[in-house]
């Protein structure tokens, strides 16, 4: 069963539960998500066209898109898991210290390895 969020004046659904659920197809997905543009940002467009439904299959990220009640697209957003550095230059001790229990330090580098949430 696919769940849809109605909030206010939008609709969200979950790409993975169409891909899970073979309600719409990976074919029909691919082209509902061919329409989207996003001439601002082409990286946006670009990761919602060409990656989403693979991150989606390997579970390394959660897209949603979102419509107007009367079935406009009007965008998407996604959530990852995205590794990130840190640089301790500029770090206090105490910091540093806050730092070590969520995070890996590489001693070579002088830098914080970790995760983040990164929503596009």
């Not at 004046?9 to 029909?28: A, K, P, S």
């Not at 009640?69 to 806050?98: E, H, L, Q």
Request: net charge negative; hydrophobic share 40%; charged share 20%.
């Amino acid at each position: 069963m696919i769940h849809v969020i109605n909030i206010e004046n939008f609709i969200v659904f979950n790409i993975r539960e169409h891909l899970q659920d073979g309600e719409i197809g990976e074919t029909e997905l691919n082209q509902l998500l061919s329409d989207f543009s996003c001439p601002i940002n082409l990286d946006v467009e670009r990761f919602l066209k060409r990656s989403t439904i693979e991150f989606t299959k390997k579970n390394q990220s959660v897209t949603y898109n979102v419509f107007s009640n009367n079935a406009v697209k009007v965008g998407y957003f996604s959530i990852t898991i995205k590794p990130i550095t840190v640089s301790a230059d500029n770090f206090s001790n105490i910091m540093k210290r806050k730092n070590a229990r969520v995070s890996e330090w590489n001693e070579e580098t002088q830098m914080f390895g970790l995760s983040a949430y990164l929503i596009t």
